[in-house]
């Protein structure tokens, strides 16, 4: 612990560090905004449910459990995987930021309606300011995990442990009939391009990081 508490020392005093947390936690509360918007265009302008050739054929499973509260547990995980090194938030926090802006883009081009019986899902009050459950296209519970195995990818531990999540979250939601099967495909390849997108953006965030020390 005082290991963590001297490089969090170290990393304050730099200007250039401070100064990339808050740009990139302000593109994170930027892209938040956007997210919130899209979803208000969403609900307002959802159009009908569509057959999927995965969902007619699996039952629905209840899966609130997994969908809300392990996403939960998820995220409060990652956020103290970052502030074990403080240098690698300017980077992942971005790489979130820019995921979500372009997602907001995305479901705003294709508002399809929710399948038409899904999992019975309870948000809390923070998720429902992230999801009025008609943003379809393409699934965050899937893409965000596999961003942050990307992004962790040269430690192998984080790489796996990030790719089994978003392994479990992609099954979670097709068994809950929450997502339809191509926002679950699709998230895999629109977050890789996403990862490169942010890497290329911010090289020197990316640099910084140690995240890419074994390229």
């Known amino acids: 612990m005082r290991h963590v508490i001297r490089k969090h020392k170290e990393f304050w005093l730099e200007r250039h560090l401070r100064s990339g947390v808050f740009l990139s936690l ?35 499973f209840n899966v609130d459990f997994i969908f809300v509260e392990g996403a939960v547990i998820f995220w409060v995980f990652t956020s103290f995987v970052l502030l074990w090194e403080p240098r690698r938030i300017p980077f992942v926090v971005k790489s979130i930021a820019v995921f979500i802006l372009i997602r907001s883009v995305f479901i705003t081009l294709t508002h399809i309606a929710p399948p038409s019986a899904q ?53 979670s939601v097709l068994m809950g009939h929450l997502h339809y099967s191509i926002d679950v495909f699709a998230a895999f390849f629109i977050t890789y391009s996403i990862f490169h997108i942010t890497k290329d953006f911010f090289p020197e965030d990316y640099r910084l990081s140690g995240l890419a020390k074994e390229e």
């Open 26 to 60: 302000a593109m994170l509360f930027l892209s938040l905004l956007a997210n919130y918007y899209a979803n208000i265009y969403t609900v307002t302008h959802a159009s009908n449910a569509v057959t999927d050739v995965v969902l007619d054929n699996i039952p629905v």
């Open 119 to 171: 999992s019975f899902v309870e948000p809390n009050q923070f998720f429902g300011l992230l999801t009025a459950g008609s943003d379809m296209f393409f699934s965050s519970h899937t893409g965000l995990p596999f961003l942050m195995a990307l992004d962790f990818w040269c430690y192998r531990r984080w790489r796996y442990f990030f790719l089994v999540c978003s392994g479990v979250f992609a099954v």
